[in-house]
């Protein structure tokens, strides 16, 4: 554990606050893309699985626990709850063109061709594009809600400070997963047009609108 990681898992947690708010407090899901939360389910219960063989401590478990947790009742309140305000046109990203994929880098790419490891790197590279769903919807839509907007910049900021993370990690204990950073890399460049137009307009007070 070290600061990156910490503050990383903190903007990850207010990312998933921000977006539970935002869809109980206004009672619908419009604007959020419900196949990119799928997905997250998908990569934090594949991941998570050593939950049931490996103790690591306290704090890494209660974390995995609500990430599992949080992504199924965020399914739930798209899928069942608030169905009616779910936003079907404009929710169309093919998500096999992202499963298949991890699937088949998972199985040639891995550090151990076991069940767990496999289903580990597997949720890495699913992650690194879970978000693209999202990120289709608003550039279809052409702009988003600021609430939305906070969301994806917890979201983003979560994964650049994992990247500090393992930038800190190799300095101080000679420590790199190969995988794990190229993953996130890319996880990373896929925010950066977001996060300039967020500073640049969210911040200002203006409306976030994304070219389609």
């Known amino acids: 554990m070290n600061i990156f990681r ?9 990312a998933i606050i921000i977006l539970l708010r935002k869809i109980w407090k206004s009672r619908s899901c419009a604007g959020i893309s419900g196949k990119s939360q799928l997905l997250f389910a998908i990569v934090y219960t594949s991941r998570y699985l050593d939950l049931l063989t490996v103790y690591v401590s306290m704090y890494n478990t209660l ?13 739930y309140l798209i899928y069942l709850k608030f169905k009616a305000t779910y936003d079907h046109n404009h929710d169309t ?3 096999e063109f992202l499963l298949v994929p991890a699937v088949i880098l998972a199985l040639l790419i891995n550090h151990d061709f076991m069940a767990l490891e496999i289903l580990w790197t597997f949720s890495i590279y699913l992650e690194s594009v879970a978000i693209l769903p999202q990120l289709f919807m608003v550039s ?6 600021s ?6 910049f917890a979201l983003g900021s979560y994964r650049g400070l994992y990247i500090l993370n393992w930038i800190y990690r190799y300095a101080m204990e000679d420590h790199y997963d190969l995988i794990a950073i190229v ?14 137009l967020y500073i640049t307009k969210v911040l200002r007070g203006k409306k976030l609108q994304l070219p389609a």
């Open 63 to 75: 974390m995995k626990l609500v990430f599992i947790a949080a992504s199924y009742a965020t399914c």
């Open 93 to 95: 990203f093919r998500i």
């Open 6 to 14: 910490l503050i990383g898992d903190l903007s990850h947690l207010l």
């Open 147 to 152: 609430i939305t907007s906070h969301y994806l």
């Open 140 to 145: 279809k839509t052409g702009e988003a809600e």
């Open 183 to 196: 993953a996130g890399v890319v996880q990373t460049v896929l925010y950066c047009d977001f996060f300039y």
